[in-house]
């Protein structure tokens, strides 16, 4: 996972990088995912919940979870949380409608990489936000 990763800060090439994308909302979803794909990314699932995105990461094992922080069921910053705890985990991205402002220290504080707002979303932005 190390090398696929190492390349995402290589704006130009995705190819091989595995995505989950986490969102109640199914239009989001599939903007999402066809703009990430249409930048090399490889989308490997979506989930609409938490729980669901955990079992989506046991089972298909991502190397980034574009997480939204308002799910149905629990926040995404506990999904975050849960997991950024193994350090073989994948590395999340958060995004919302909402500004980063709004949720003052519970981005840096759940162990996410960072936030990306969904206006701005961007094969380029997600690849900025873990080459740091």
């Known amino acids: 996972m190390a090398n696929r990763i ?8 995705h190819t091989g990088v595995r995505v ?10 599939a903007s999402a995912r066809g703009l990430l794909e249409a930048e090399g990314y490889e989308v490997v699932g979506e989930a609409a919940d938490g729980a669901g995105a955990l ?29 950024t705890t193994n350090e073989d985990g994948p590395q999340v991205v958060l995004t919302s409608s909402r500004d980063s402002a709004d949720y003052g220290s519970c981005i840096d504080d759940c162990g996410a990489r960072g936030f990306v707002p969904k206006g701005e979303l961007s094969g380029a932005a997600l690849a900025l936000l873990l080459a740091l």
Not at 20 to 29: A, N, Q, Y
Not at 62 to 83: K, M, N, T, Y
């Open 6 to 13: 190492g390349r995402i800060g290589d704006l130009g090439d």
């Open 55 to 83: 079992e989506a990461v046991e089972e298909l094992h991502p190397d980034i979870v574009l997480l939204d922080v308002q799910l149905p069921d629990v926040d995404g910053f506990e999904v975050a949380s849960r997991l």
């Open 20 to 29: 989950l994308i986490v969102d109640d909302h199914p239009s989001f979803r």
